[in-house]
């Protein structure tokens, strides 16, 4: 249980459109390896591009959050790594919205790029790598991990950026794009249990505030 910092690449993906924010969150990484995938630059994988830039990843286990964020407790999300097994800091708010089965990212996760490769490839069995997979990764994912843990550890949310108009979750269209693509990978996961596949879910409760707003 738990892993150092030189086990870990980190794995950040953007829109290329908030250098100075991206840049103040790579000032709190302390992995051995930064990769970003910036769809300004590269091919455009929308929200995919994260799973992309872990494909390029010379380690097995990855972090990643979101590029409107900060989180600063490294140490003790490595702490509460235990292996195979993706782990997240807890990023439901203001509420879990139906999504209580998954995990976001946004806060903060360690994924073992291998579960999460073989769960998309659990899906592109049935579906294919389209513009909607691209958008909801996070969202097809999360529900076709064998087992994936939760962490309440406090990260900061810049709402300057993350209520943008701009931004995915602000789209009309959105919420039932990802309420679709979820309940797809809710489908392929509920047919595996069905079958005799355990799944495993687990909140692990830490004192303090959760998030907060950036105001700096």
Same mark, same amino acid.
């Given at each position: 249980?738990g892993?150092?910092?030189?086990q870990?690449?980190a794995?950040?993906? $953007?829109? @290329?459109?908030?250098?100075e924010m991206?840049?103040? %969150?790579?000032?709190?990484l302390?992995y051995?390896e930064m990769?970003?995938?910036d769809?300004? /630059? !590269?091919?455009d994988?929308? %929200?995919y591009?994260?799973?992309?830039a872990?494909?390029k990843a010379?380690?097995?286990?990855?972090? $990643? /959050?979101?590029?409107d *964020?900060?989180? !600063?407790?490294?140490?003790?999300l490595l702490?509460?790594y235990?292996? @195979?097994i993706?782990?997240y800091?807890y990023? +439901?708010f203001p509420?879990e919205?139906?999504?209580?089965?998954?995990?976001?990212? *946004?806060?903060?996760?360690? &994924?073992?790029?291998?579960?999460?490769?073989?769960?998309?490839? !659990?899906?592109f069995? +049935?579906? #294919?790598?389209?513009?909607?997979?691209?958008?909801?990764a996070?969202? &097809?994912?999360?529900?076709?991990y064998?087992?994936?843990?939760?962490? +309440?550890l #406090?990260?900061?949310?810049n709402?300057? =950026?993350?209520q943008?108009?701009?931004?995915? *979750?602000?789209?009309?269209w /959105?919420?039932?794009?990802?309420?679709?693509? $979820?309940n797809?990978?809710r489908?392929?996961?509920?047919?595996?249990? !069905?079958?005799?596949? $355990?799944i495993?879910r687990?909140? =692990?409760?830490a004192p @303090?505030?959760?998030?907060?707003e950036?105001?700096?």
């Amino acid at each position: 249980m738990g892993l150092s910092p030189s086990q870990v690449s980190a794995c950040l993906v $953007t829109r @290329g459109d908030q250098p100075e924010m991206l840049e103040r %969150i790579i000032e709190t990484l302390p992995y051995d390896e930064m990769i970003v995938w910036d769809n300004s /630059q !590269r091919e455009d994988f929308k %929200i995919y591009g994260r799973f992309m830039a872990m494909a390029k990843a010379k380690h097995e286990v990855c972090y $990643t /959050q979101d590029d409107d *964020c900060l989180f !600063r407790q490294h140490a003790e999300l490595l702490a509460e790594y235990e292996d @195979g097994i993706p782990t997240y800091v807890y990023g +439901h708010f203001p509420e879990e919205g139906g999504y209580g089965d998954l995990p976001l990212p *946004c806060g903060g996760a360690l &994924v073992p790029k291998s579960v999460a490769f073989a769960a998309f490839e !659990r899906y592109f069995e +049935h579906y #294919p790598l389209d513009e909607a997979l691209m958008y909801e990764a996070d969202f &097809v994912v999360g529900p076709l991990y064998p087992n994936f843990k939760q962490v +309440h550890l #406090p990260f900061e949310i810049n709402y300057e =950026i993350a209520q943008g108009p701009e931004r995915l *979750c602000n789209q009309p269209w /959105q919420a039932a794009q990802k309420l679709e693509l $979820t309940n797809r990978a809710r489908a392929i996961r509920d047919q595996a249990m !069905r079958d005799g596949e $355990t799944i495993v879910r687990e909140t =692990i409760y830490a004192p @303090g505030t959760l998030a907060r707003e950036v105001f700096s």
